[in-house]
């Protein structure tokens, strides 16, 4: 007999939400290191959906919560490795042109992420992690530039754990109403934006200060 639903339990889940559980419970945690991974390769898959059910999942006993912590998180760095690899092998140009042929991305997406790794450098790839379509696309131009494969793994690495962190223990947290996670999103990602021109701002501030003075 199967055992009845818990007090204000959604209905069913369709759509994205209802196979990305669906491969999660199937596959266990390398279902969650897919669904996390692909990501990274189809932008328009949001992981603030994905990642809050994967936390969902493991409170249904799927797998643990450390593991759904280890197999989110190497699906994320999987996923941007794959992305690194496309950016280092085809180049700027090439790059951009294949951007411009994906359904629902655009050749301005590669272009504002480009400059966003040009100006942040290591902070745009560690922060990149936490922002919605840089995330998924910070990779090509750390590819491009060839930024040492070390030092990406490391940034892409501890961006990715911190984000999915707090996004599959809230969905652990919330059970059933994993879907408040969501709410929060928006507030966090503004939370990183304002840190990151804090950070621009202070080092701005400091060569100002260690410019050397007109006589």
Known sequence: MQPDPPAGATEPLNGLAGWAVDVMETLGGPGAALVVGLDNLFPPIPSELVLPLAGFTASQGT??????LFWTTLGSVLGAIIVYYAGLVFGRERTRRVMARIPLLKAADFDRTEAWFNRYGTKAVFLGRMVPLVRSLISLPAGIERMPL????ALTTAGSLLWNTAFVTGGYAFGESWQLVETYAGIFQKIVLGLLAL????FVVRRLRQAPRGS
């Open 63 to 68: 797998f643990t919560l450390a593991g759904a």
């Open 150 to 153: 070390w030092q990406f793994l």
């Open 199 to 202: 950070a621009v701002a202070v």
